[in-house]
């Protein structure tokens, strides 16, 4: 797990990846690799705090979370009992949110 960061690196870090526009930066679930955005999770009606934080595939029934014989999405949730998001950022009133890390950019 990372050393926390602010949300204002962690903004950053984003923008220098995907650029401004937040409905593309890329993030990866740390259980089955997909790769989604926000525009991903808000098209299948996730709430806000769903997004980088549990899979999308919880919205399309996606495959187990642990069942490697099948590819992603899957229905991870950061806030099980496995909490396997590897980022925690700092938000501007001092908590600490555990979330996904970002994806690689797109080639």
């Not at 220098?16 to 955005?37: N, Q």
């Not at 495959?63 to 009992?81: I, M, S, V």
């Amino acid at each position: 797990m990372s050393e926390p960061i602010s949300v204002i690196e962690w903004r950053k870090e984003a923008e220098s990846r995907f650029g401004p526009d937040e409905m593309t930066w890329r993030f990866v679930c740390p259980c089955c690799g997909h790769v989604a955005t926000p525009r991903d999770w808000k098209e299948v009606g996730a709430a806000e705090g769903e997004v980088a934080f549990s899979c999308v595939g919880r919205h399309l029934s996606g495959r187990d979370a642990f069942d490697d014989n099948k590819p992603g999405p899957c229905n991870y949730a950061g806030g099980g009992l496995f909490r396997l998001n590897p980022v925690r950022v700092i938000d501007e009133q001092g908590g600490i949110h555990q979330v996904f890390a970002f994806a690689e950019t797109a080639s």
